[in-house]
């Protein structure tokens, strides 16, 4: 699903922000990514998302090298993945329902199968009663679940979050996660950034560890975590 050989990063002002990094996470996998403010978890989730590109290596996507692909199928790799940031980017103008709806319009979706596919979805994060409201009359944990449902609801094989929990305490940081889960056991990739270290810790799932661009540990979530 997400492959990267050998990736090195330095942006134009002469910061290196990755280096040598190698990983690979397969189809249906859930997955960490952590390290502290500056290590360079954005600029990975950016080189997967093609908002940035790789000064050196190669960064495959369900097979495309992103290198070589053609700028007409960026959007299209781009569609496959569904993002999610700590500021959920609502429209605090318009609905939960219109909010969620976006992505489809976007796509020309028919108005019956956006409000099937918007309804689906909202179920799915638990806001079904919260369609018509605004987005600025929900609580922050609310704001993030609409994010979600925008995220998942053209079905996209692969979610991306970063930081997804940065402004949510601890219950509800354990609720989005267990969201994530739901998705993941639904056949979905997951890919979290997060530097929260007592989330992580909390689960038992793969954790790959950037610092200072370089990626020094990949595994199972263990103690030594902590140590650093
Ligand atoms: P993280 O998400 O782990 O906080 P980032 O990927 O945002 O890390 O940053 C990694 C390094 O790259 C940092 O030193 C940061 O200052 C630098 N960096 C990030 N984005 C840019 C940019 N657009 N231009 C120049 N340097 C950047
Ligand atoms: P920051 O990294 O400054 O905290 P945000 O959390 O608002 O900024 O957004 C994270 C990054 O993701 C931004 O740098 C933005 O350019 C990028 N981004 C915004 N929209 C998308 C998108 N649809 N797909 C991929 N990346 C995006």
Not at 110 to 138: C, Q
Request: no cysteine.
């Amino acid at each position: 699903m997400i492959k990267f050989e050998q990736v090195s990063k330095t942006y134009p002002g002469g910061q290196r922000a990755l280096s040598k990094v190698d990983f690979h996470i397969e189809k249906g996998e859930m997955a960490f990514l952590t390290g502290h403010s500056g290590a360079g978890k954005s600029t990975l989730l950016k080189l997967i998302s093609i908002m940035e590109r790789p000064t050196v290596g190669r960064v495959l996507i369900n097979g495309h090298d992103l290198n070589t692909i053609r700028r007409r199928d960026i959007a299209f790799i781009r569609r496959d993945i569904g993002m999610i940031f700590q500021s959920h980017q609502l429209l605090m103008d318009k609905s939960v329902f219109d909010n969620v709806a976006l992505p489809l319009i976007i796509e020309g979706y028919t108005r019956k199968e956006t409000t099937k596919r918007v309804e689906a979805a909202l179920e799915m994060v638990g806001l079904s009663d919260k369609s018509r409201s605004l987005p600025i009359t929900l609580s922050g944990g609310e704001q993030q679940r609409v994010g979600i449902a925008r995220a998942v609801v053209n079905k996209p094989p692969l979610l991306l979050a970063d930081e997804p929990t940065g402004n949510l305490d601890p219950k509800l940081s354990m609720e989005i996660v267990r969201l994530f889960e739901d998705f993941n056991q639904a056949g979905v990739s997951v890919f979290i950034a997060t530097h929260d270290l007592g989330l992580i810790a909390r689960m038992r799932y793969r954790t790959l560890t950037l610092k200072q661009g370089k990626m020094i540990t990949d595994g199972l979530t263990d103690s030594d975590l902590e140590a650093d």
